[in-house]
């Protein structure tokens, strides 16, 4: 019996000590932060934040490498290519994990089998936000005006199959609202579409719409939150206003190819931590509208198969579907 464990400790020492060893063959390379999305945005903004942080946290070099395009498969497909040795990390999101894998009939990469969950990083609340020409004030108001004019109750979103577009279906289904989709290329566009009245209403994350908020351009009538957020307390849930257990958000965390030994994955949570402990991070996303969201490896893995499940269901039944 005591030779078995013996034997036990010494294989799980032996494969402790090649991971570390594979970490340590890495730490004279800087980490490339693979991100999805363009150079400017505020996703881009973030991970650059947290690359910084992380580097001074790790005693490791990053830097951020932007690969758009595809709806995140271009640089997903990099990132499932590349080798496990632990010098890339790749910014996972709703769009990878959990939408596209419905979205698309062939993609370049096995969201369940490619990649490996390295901690969530990111919360960004989305808020139920109308044009200015739109009479109501509130959920109830907005709800009376949309039923009886069903010709005018056309939402915008980011992109057909984003957080934003499945939020406002799932707000459809949960209101049995008719109403119509308009998609654009990216949050701004939708916004400015918004404000101009172009578009009755939205469902969109809070980080782009800052600005209008605090100038009063756009009217916040609920955040799709189950609390209220504690950076703008005033806004009032879906949930407190009648739309019982409504929650609807984006979220980034960190990925690493599949087959990043387990120690390079812990080292990356704990520098990840750490970097979202710092008050230089915690401003930082305070001033977007941003949650901090930490989780561990496991944690962030059982939390993307849910999202998974929940809006590849939706996808589904709307028989949404991008080429």
Not at 225 to 234: A, E, G, M
Not at 275 to 286: N, W
Request: hydrophobic letters at 45%; a positive charge.
């Amino acid at each position: 019996m005591q030779k078995r464990l013996f034997l036990k400790a010494l294989f799980a020492l032996a494969a402790g000590s090649g991971a570390a060893a594979c970490w340590a063959q890495a730490s004279d390379k800087p980490i490339e932060w693979v991100h999805p999305y363009p150079v400017g945005g505020g996703s881009d903004a973030i991970a650059r934040k947290l690359a910084e942080s992380m580097g001074a946290q790790m005693g490791r070099s990053f830097f951020v490498s932007n690969k758009p395009g595809g709806a995140t498969n271009i640089a997903a497909a990099y990132v499932a290519n590349a080798r496990a040795i632990g010098n890339i990390v790749f910014t996972g999101d709703f769009a990878t994990l959990a939408a596209n894998p419905y979205l698309f009939a062939n993609l370049p990469y096995d969201s369940a089998r490619d990649f490996v969950s390295a901690g969530l990083y990111a919360r960004y609340p989305i808020l139920l936000v109308v044009s200015s020409k739109v009479p109501a004030s509130n959920l109830d108001e907005f709800l009376q005006w949309a039923r009886a004019n069903p010709d005018s109750a056309n939402f915008a979103s980011s992109g057909v199959g984003s957080p934003q577009h499945l939020a406002a279906e799932l707000f459809r289904e949960r209101t049995g609202l008719k109403m119509t989709h308009v998609a654009y290329r990216g949050g701004a566009p939708a916004v400015t579409d918004l404000m101009a009245g172009a578009v009755s209403f939205a469902l969109m994350d809070a980080s782009t719409v800052v600005p209008q908020m605090k100038t009063g351009r756009l009217k916040v009538l609920g955040v799709a939150s189950p609390q209220r957020l504690k950076n703008f307390p005033d806004i009032p849930t879906l949930h407190e206003q009648g739309l019982k257990d409504f929650e609807a958000f984006a979220w980034q965390g960190m990925l690493v190819p599949a087959g990043t030994p387990r120690a390079t994955v812990d080292a990356l949570n704990q520098g990840l931590a750490a970097a979202l402990k710092t008050q230089a991070v915690i401003d930082f996303y305070a001033n977007i509208a941003v949650e901090p969201w930490f989780s561990s490896p496991d944690e962030m893995a059982s939390f993307v198969a849910g999202e998974n499940s929940r809006w590849g269901k939706i996808i589904r039944e709307r028989g949404i579907a991008l080429q």
